[in-house]
């Protein structure tokens, strides 16, 4: 599978474990997007030439993908520039100024999905709860579904935190918000790169993730917004394609879709969704090998404290010695790709009482050799520092 | 005692004379001679917009501060040899010149720009004592 990304090639010699921040593209994915703008470059949804057609009906063959890979329906999907963007539209459209009552999210949540919602609270006058994750930094359901009241407007939850690797049960706090008749969200970034999601079984109202972490381009995104809730969003945007003759929004998903949208990448995200239906089965194998390799090659070095708790694609970690700066910039004087900081995630820093953590995360294109080289080299690194002492 | 320059000078020598892993030890070696200054580290010391975290303040003409990053805690004690003692006019005479001998793979752009620059306009803000 590692063949399938020209990346490698490219830097024979990088060992890249930051696929939680961006994943790299298999030449097909790239092969589509040069392909469009090489042969099939047009505006969609406008004109009538044949090549503007065959553009609008790739959009729309991208869409039915998005659609049958969470199991939504093609009306239900609306392309974004990513995450944050679709985060930011929820968060705008039900946090309205006839708003009232409160918003649910947690300490988990990537500032994706926690300034949105802070913002529109602020603006609005709503109350923002927070659920808690207890001391080893796992949020349980229940911190969740204690914090919903009949006041709640919406709850929104990470599908997999960027930072623990920790999959919540987004099922169970989904249901119970239905039923206390809440909105209920899903950051999905992490998630649906490595799990099945079935938008019906979860019974979210809106799953948002970007196309760079699924082997797709960057500035792509799908905001699944259900049949039933679609009419609560408002559009960030409004313009070209997007409005009626008499300038107010159009209904339905085409309403969200303003302006001239970045058609190659949208093509090449169908492209994505292709090669993650044909390769999904080894993909998971690879990732579960790896991710235990990881997790039990990092458990044993010493001066390392596991943020994550057991073995997954996202694997977190610090040292007694070093900063998560210090880390970083020595592997990365090695070719080593690691993220260090706070990964975007200030609560749970805060709750696990750290600045920032080494983040290591793997994708189906690594190696045991690779986490190997990776794990002797941080080795080596808390060793030679170790002796200064 | 030795003069600002005369200071910098002996530190840019140094970090010259090595490669980039040189450079490193360098650094840690002086952040752990140094060690956290836990005193200082509260938020309304930080210094927002940093990858690492760094906190400073000035006490009198004492440059106190702190990071979790032993390279950055380097960089501190560095800033502390030089301007330590020295009054606000004369540290603003001789602005920080030691960041340009030390690679940008040991020293990313963000910590100079976010981080130790604005240590130096924190510490050239404080009033003449």
Known sequence: MRSDFPFFRANPDIVYLDSAATSQKPQCVIDSMVDFMTKRNSNVGRSLYPISSEASALVAEAREKAARFINAKPEEIIFTEGTTQALNMVAASVCGTDAKGNIVITRMEHSSNHAPWLEACRRNGIELRLADVDADGILRAEAVTELIDDETIAVSVTGMSNVTGQVTDIGAICSHARRMGALSVVDAAQLVVHNTVDVRTIGCDFLAFSGHKIYGPMGTGVLFASGDSIGRLKPLTVGGGSVERDYSPKTGIHGFEAGTRNIAAIVALGQTFDYLKSNRNAIKNIEDDLSGYLFEKLSVIDGIRMITKSPSQICSFTTGLLGCYDIGAMLGKFGICIRTGSCCAYSLMDALGVQGVCRASVGPYNTKEEIDIFTERLSWVLRRCGGFR | ?129
């Open chain 2, 1 to 129: 005692m030795s003069s600002i320059r005369e200071k910098e000078d002996l530190h840019i020598r140094r970090l010259s004379e090595t490669d980039e892993l040189g450079q490193f030890d360098y650094l840690v070696d002086l952040g752990l001679s140094l060690g956290r200054d836990g005193e200082t580290e509260v938020e309304e010391n930080r210094i927002e917009g940093c990858r690492t975290a760094i906190w400073l303040k000035m006490d009198g003409r004492t440059v106190r501060a702190s990071s979790d990053s032993l390279v950055v805690l380097g960089l501190i004690s560095i800033l502390k040899d030089i301007y330590d003692g020295r009054s606000p006019s004369e540290i603003r005479a001789n602005p920080i010149r030691f960041l340009d001998a030390i690679s940008v793979h040991v020293v990313y752009p963000e910590i100079r720009e976010n981080g130790i620059r604005r240590c130096f306009e924190i510490i050239t803000a404080s009033k003449e004592v």
